[in-house]
């Protein structure tokens, strides 16, 4: 296939078709159904996490790679940020109306130190890193991605998190007026994820603030995303305006809309695949060759990240716990 006809794939063949159009398919039946009482689909509680100990320089060896990064205008341009439509490129055009300065977050539940904290306050004095991490959507295509932000241990351990915090859960931004894409009930709004209290204070994840040394454009997230880069991207959600301590497993954005298909935990296991295509290889979006040129590699369990992850998940079913 030359370059010309490449480029005159349509947006809809990008991902796979199968994956498009059930994912399509889905979220316009749920947009279509009135709100569900959906709240009593969250997980049981999973077993109680096993010790993982990580020495420093393993946990530094997952904060580079050396493959092709993706470009700059790809990351930019090829999203799922559905609070500005469910086109991939719906949120670099849409994403213009959204007002990241001045931005706070709200930090609360199980913490001596709860608050409204500015977010120039939230991450001062805090040391500026760049990473590269790899990025694998649920829907088999994934990128390579030169991060700017702070670990995310970092920030929470100002709050001083009590014992009864067992996990954190995030939540987006969600105003009309500057996100048009909450005019459909797709999901179930605002946006939330949650992270294990043990995975939100492990070394690889990371609150981004910036990609390839430039500030976070809105379309992926801006002012503030988390990256967690052993799950599926969905997990590592965007525009953040409230973090909160909590003792149970919190309810979570596509967990609660479809928790069959979408597990609160959602690592990357190329042995479980998702109900209605495979995980176990993936469309890589990375070098100089054109985004919609498929370039299809395997998948990695805990997306390449297993010598620093594994060991959170030590006796638990990641077929049951996916």
């Known amino acids: 296939m030359s370059l010309r006809d490449a480029l005159r794939i349509r947006e809809a063949e990008v991902t796979d078709e199968t994956v498009y159009r059930d994912r399509r398919r889905l979220l316009a039946l749920m947009a279509a159904a009135p709100a569900l009482g959906l709240a009593g689909c969250a997980e049981a509680e999973p077993p109680p996490p096993s010790a993982a100990r990580l020495t420093p320089e393993q946990a530094r060896s997952g904060f580079r790679t050396d493959e092709a990064l993706t470009r700059y205008e790809d990351i930019t341009t090829y999203n799922n940020f559905y609070e500005f439509g ?44 760049a990473r590269i991490y790899r990025l694998r959507c649920v829907e088999g295509w994934s990128m390579v991605i030169p991060w700017n932000g702070v670990p995310l241990a970092s920030v929470l351990r100002r709050f001083e998190p009590t014992s009864k915090a067992k996990y954190v859960a995030f939540t987006t931004l969600a105003d009309r007026e500057q996100m048009p894409g909450l005019r459909f009930r797709s999901i179930n709004w605002p946006y939330r994820e949650g992270l294990r209290i043990d995975e ?33 991207g969905f997990k590592s959600i965007k525009s953040i305006v409230e973090i909160r301590f909590v003792e149970r497993m919190p309810a979570t954005a596509w967990n609660q809309l479809q928790p069959s298909e979408y597990g609160f935990f959602s690592n990357v296991n190329p042995a479980v695949d998702h109900p209605r295509w495979s995980q176990k290889t993936e469309r890589r979006i990375a070098g100089t060759s054109n985004r919609l040129i498929a370039n299809r590699i395997d998948t990695l369990p805990f997306n390449g990240y297993a010598d620093q992850v594994a060991g959170l998940y030590a006796g638990m079913d990641l077929r049951r716990w996916y």
């Open 200 to 232: 939100a204070m492990h070394p690889l994840a990371f609150l981004a603030t910036g990609l390839y040394g430039k500030p976070l454009p809105q379309q992926n997230g801006a002012p503030l995303r988390l990256v967690v880069p052993w799950k599926y």
């Open 86 to 129: 469910t086109g991939k490129s719906d949120p670099s055009r849409a994403a213009k109306t959204l007002r990241t300065s001045p931005w706070t977050v709200e930090v609360g539940g199980e913490c001596a130190k709860p608050g409204r904290i500015a977010l120039e306050d939230l991450l001062r004095g805090v040391v500026d890193e």
